[in-house]
């Protein structure tokens, strides 16, 4: 598989002289932790699990060495549509030893999804499960095999498989080790594929190195070691779970406690039981773990770092945090494309950690350009965010196109996220460029709205979206989930928006009271679904 967006050489001799390209695998850091604490447990997972370094290593020798003896080795893409469990993790390991390439996929895809992901990035293995949450997954796979015809193997996770598929505990029996494969920093180990916006998914080549940089910076940034024990809420088989649930764990040699279907008692108990100390995650789940009724009776003392993404921080929120949790969040960006673009450090000012996304990771920059991407504008302008570095992916599998469509080639990644800087480098996203709502030609920031309506004592969550309306182009629904059931009403909206000194023609045209936001796996609110939902309602 070859980089269509390589960074230049320069870059790439600048990024290995300055050290923040190493040449090193995960499997390296995987090998060091079992030398090192072999007893220690590696992995805990929701079907009652609990993996040492010890046990992991020696499925993943079995693992590599059998997958080799079915033809599957270096280059080839493997995918993993697995839940939460510590297969995903294990077979992604033995990919890394034989010089495969892991594509992790939700367990909640479907032929549409599937369908077009695995045909194109030539899928040549799948892990699946055999009936998860009432879906026959082999059904599935079944009906899409004969138009796949690269996919040589479907392994089901399952005691008792389908005879016509291959049994995933027969690459678990013991055989002779292979070596491992010489991994170069610049291949490719990581295939996300992400759909975004667009009809069709864009597979995000990772190195070993863009993927290091990522779990080996936020580690020195945060402080953390081998002591740490990350909960994992979000699923493994999207980039968020993938590279910090699993990749973070191993590159730090600490513990990973998997947690499945979402519920806020189970993850206080986790995090108490399992004295978890961090977590990355989409901002929603924070308010939830607060809200949480049982959330008194746990001791969570242990749980140091809650690093937000994808939603601002409400400073109301942080100071509960801390106040009821003892844990400190972080903001940050990133994407598919760049794992994280920007972050705070733990002992940041408040003013910085809360109302703004952070600032550039060490050794990469950030900047704010124009409609054009052709200058970079000044302190406080509101442009499209780009990012430059060693965290970079390498560009879209096969789509040299939407590649150029994003990486420029002097090595800049545009993110689509239209943000200010300040005058230290922070940057606060303040939406999508197609998450503005075009009022009669005056443009109105959805996530400016957002972030006011969220001061409200009485608002827990809220999304704004656009509606379409004959006369003006679009107006906005503000969608809110209240405290406590309080009957948030109209005139109380447009009171607080009048008192923030909100102009009228930001003003939502319509409210809408939910008790839950529809959400993606990884926790971010699903805005066309609310379209949909007005759609619905209007008709």
Request: with cysteine; glycine share 8%.
């Amino acid at each position: 598989m070859l980089a269509e967006a390589m960074p230049t050489p320069e870059d790439a001799a600048r990024f290995r002289r300055d050290g923040f390209w190493t040449d090193q695998t995960l499997v390296e850091f995987f090998d060091a932790a079992v030398a090192r604490d072999p007893e220690k447990i590696a992995v805990i997972d929701p079907l009652g699990r609990r993996l040492s370094y010890a046990e992991m290593s020696r499925r993943v020798d079995c693992l590599a060495a059998n997958m080799a003896a079915r033809g599957i080795g270096a280059g080839d893409v493997i995918a993993i549509q697995l839940p939460n469990w510590a297969e995903t993790a294990t077979v992604h390991m033995a990919a890394s030893r034989i010089g495969a390439i892991t594509n992790p996929l939700l367990p909640i895809y479907r032929q549409k999804e599937l369908s077009y992901i695995l045909k194109f990035a030539k899928t040549a293995a799948v892990f699946i499960p055999n009936h998860y949450r009432n879906f026959d997954f082999p059904a599935m796979y079944r009906e899409m095999r004969a138009d796949l015809p690269d996919l040589r193997h479907v392994f089901v996770v399952d005691e008792n498989p389908p005879a016509d598929f291959e049994a995933f505990s027969e690459l678990e029996t013991p055989c002779d080790k292979v070596a491992d494969h010489k991994a170069e920093g610049d291949d490719v180990t990581a295939l996300i594929f992400t759909s975004g916006t667009e009809s069709t998914p864009k597979g995000v080549m990772h190195s070993h190195n863009t993927c290091m940089y990522s779990t080996l910076t936020m580690a020195s940034l945060l402080g953390l070691n081998a002591g740490d024990v990350i909960w994992m809420a979000s699923p493994v088989g999207h980039g968020t779970g993938f590279i910090w649930g699993i990749r973070q764990a191993i590159t730090l040699g600490g513990t990973l406690v998997l947690q499945d279907i979402w519920d806020v008692e189970e993850a206080l108990h986790l995090i108490e039981a399992e004295r978890c100390s961090f977590t990355l995650s989409a901002t929603p789940f924070v308010s939830m773990l607060l809200e949480a009724p049982g959330l008194a009776e746990h001791d969570l003392s242990s749980f140091r770092i809650f690093a937000c993404a994808g939603a601002p921080i409400p400073e109301q929120v942080g100071a509960a945090a801390k106040d009821k949790i003892g844990c400190q969040l972080i903001g940050m960006w990133g994407m598919s494309e760049c794992y994280v673009g920007t972050a705070s450090g733990p002992d940041e000012p408040v003013e910085k950690l809360y109302n703004t996304d952070g600032r550039a990771m060490p050794g990469c920059a950030a900047a704010i350009y124009d409609e054009d991407r052709s200058r970079q504008l000044a302190v406080g302008e509101v442009g499209e965010l780009a990012a430059h570095g060693p965290h970079v992916a390498l560009g879209y599998f096969n789509d040299p196109e939407r590649t150029r469509g994003a990486f420029a080639d002097d090595g800049w990644l545009f993110s689509n996220d239209l943000a200010t800087m300040d005058e230290d480098g922070y940057i606060r996203i303040v939406g999508r460029k197609k998450d503005i709502i075009n009022r009669g030609g005056l443009k109105v920031s959805a996530r400016e709205i957002e972030e006011l309506l969220l001061k409200h004592p009485a608002i827990i969550q809220t999304a704004l979206v656009p509606i379409s309306d004959a006369r003006l182009g679009e107006r906005s629904c503000a969608y809110v989930i209240t405290r406590d059931g309080h009957d948030f009403t109209f005139d109380e909206m447009t009171d607080y928006l009048d008192a923030a000194g909100v102009a009228r023609y930001k003003y939502p045209e319509h409210l809408a009271l939910l008790d839950e936001m529809p959400m993606t796996p990884s926790g971010k609110i699903q805005k066309f679904k609310l379209v949909e939902m007005f759609e619905n309602a209007a008709d």
